[in-house]
């Protein structure tokens, strides 16, 4: 059991690496998008955000109109 519990935890924390990872280069191609790397159009990764952050707010003011 305890062999089942460390493997879990370490799955987990492989899994959270690898998503810092990937939330970091997010942010990194964002913010070089353009200059480093050549890219079409601007990524909307910051309006995207915007918009999730603000989602729940935007519900309780719409419950109180």
């Known amino acids: 059991m305890k062999l089942l519990l460390d493997n879990l935890f370490f799955m ?3 899994i959270s690496v ?3 990872v990937w939330g970091a280069w997010l ?3 964002d913010s070089l998008a353009g ?3 050549s890219s ?3 990524s909307m990764l910051g309006e995207v955000i915007v918009a999730c952050l ?3 707010f935007r519900k309780i ?3 109180r109109v």
């Open 54 to 56: 603000a989602y729940p």
């Open 61 to 63: 003011a719409r419950a």
């Open 12 to 14: 987990g924390q492989v």
């Open 18 to 20: 690898a998503g810092l």
């Open 40 to 42: 079409r159009h601007k």
């Open 27 to 29: 942010v990194l191609h």
């Open 35 to 37: 200059t480093v790397f």
